[in-house]
């Protein structure tokens, strides 16, 4: 049974999400908090399998719950996101403490609302769930991508031998659930790139753009939500818009463009495989990177990018992530060049892409 606990100031959301779960024999309702602060009370008294909370709530919000719970008992934690700007923000900082996941809802929760995300609920509740022991022992060692690795079947494969004569023209990389609480550690482990890098992480419309400001802040990088026909520069770090797919164009040598191309093939966008192959075709060295995230995105892209470049494919070391899925497909299918924590990640990319002396940027006046 999944003992479930709901966070939310308003009396409809909690009825609202009670409705969600009620016929779903293998979830009970062990609790419902009006506060954040109740909800730090309740999780610590009721131990509930998972949580899910609302971002903005009387006397303490999501944000402040959140940290406390995670730091006193860690427990999956699902936050419930209006589509606003600031809410977005909220969430990304939430998602950065610890959340493990998030459902946006509309402004107005109304009832078709209700009906579209029941059954994402209810999923991510069952899967969270099994995760509980896991989440417990990455927090124990501060954060998911400080988690000691421990050895498994993909820490012992092989990896491939890439030559490193030129330095990267440009980075890819992919990326899903726990990349909020993971990637701004790549970032400030590798500085400003002499390339550009462009981001595919899963995410929809509206929090792309608060998760680029972020980063930004945190980071002291040129980070930015991704436009169409966007100029890549050296040095820039593009968040790809929510809800949608780009493409890497060479309209000619030297000058790399970011295309918004929507693949209506792809399950989930931004997309990391339509990313990749398309990177694929540039005349630079690329370097892919695959990191926590649910299923295998990015591993099909990485297969091209191996085959047209022998690029170099970083995966994400399992033991570090959230959700392993993404590294491991990539890892498992021989693609990987290094196994690396986020920390080693972001290191071996400043070595990567270091200054370029064969491969020049052409910019606009």
């Known amino acids: 049974m999944i003992r ?11 009825i609202a999400i009670r409705k969600m779960v009620e016929s779903e024999p293998d979830i009970e309702v062990v609790g419902e908090a009006k506060t954040g ?31 406390q719970i995670m730091a006193a008992t860690p427990c999956p934690i699902i936050m419930l996101s ?22 946006a809802k509309k402004s107005s929760f109304v009832q078709l609302d209700i009906v579209q995300i029941g059954a994402d609920l209810v999923d991510k509740l069952r899967y969270w769930a099994k995760k509980k022991s896991r989440l417990t022992s990455l927090r124990q060692f501060g954060s998911p ?18 030559p490193s004569v030129q330095s990267a023209g440009l980075v890819v990389l992919g ?4 990349g909020p609480a993971t990637l701004p550690m790549v970032l400030k482990n590798m500085g400003r790139l002499a390339c550009p890098m462009v981001v595919a ?3 929809p ?11 930004r802040s945190e980071t002291g990088l040129d980070i930015v939500e991704s436009t169409d026909q966007m100029e890549l520069k050296p040095g820039m770090v593009v968040i790809v818009k929510g809800g949608t797919d780009v493409v890497v164009r060479e309209p000619f040598p030297g000058k790399l463009m970011l295309y918004q191309k929507t693949d209506t093939q792809a399950t989930i966008h931004p997309n990391a495989d339509v990313l990749f192959r398309s990177a694929a075709a540039a005349s630079c060295p690329v370097v892919a990177v695959v990191m926590t995230g649910m299923g295998s995105d990015g591993m099909l892209g990485a297969k091209d990018l191996v085959a047209r470049k022998n690029a170099h494919v970083l995966a994400q070391e399992p033991d570090s992530c959230i959700v392993d899925g993404m590294p491991s497909s990539t890892i498992n299918a021989g693609l990987a060049s290094a196994i690396l924590t986020p920390k080693d990640i972001g290191m071996r990319l400043s070595r990567l892409c270091a200054s370029r002396n064969t491969f020049s940027f052409k910019t606009s006046a």
């Open 4 to 14: 479930l606990l709901i966070s939310d100031d308003s009396a409809f959301m909690r």
């Open 205 to 215: 419309p509206m929090f792309t753009s608060g998760f680029a400001t972020h980063l």
């Open 37 to 67: 602060q109740m909800c730090v009370d309740m999780a610590r008294e009721l131990r509930p399998d998972v949580i899910t909370m609302d971002v903005e709530m009387p006397i303490m919000d999501g944000l402040e719950a959140t940290r």
């Open 82 to 103: 209006s589509l606003t700007e600031r809410n977005s923000v909220t969430t990304i900082r939430a998602l950065e403490l610890g959340a493990v996941d998030f459902i």
């Open 201 to 203: 992480q899963h995410m």
């Open 145 to 162: 991508s400080s988690a000691a690795p421990t050895q498994g079947p993909t820490t012992q494969a092989k990896l491939r031998t890439v």
């Open 175 to 178: 990326i899903s659930t726990g």
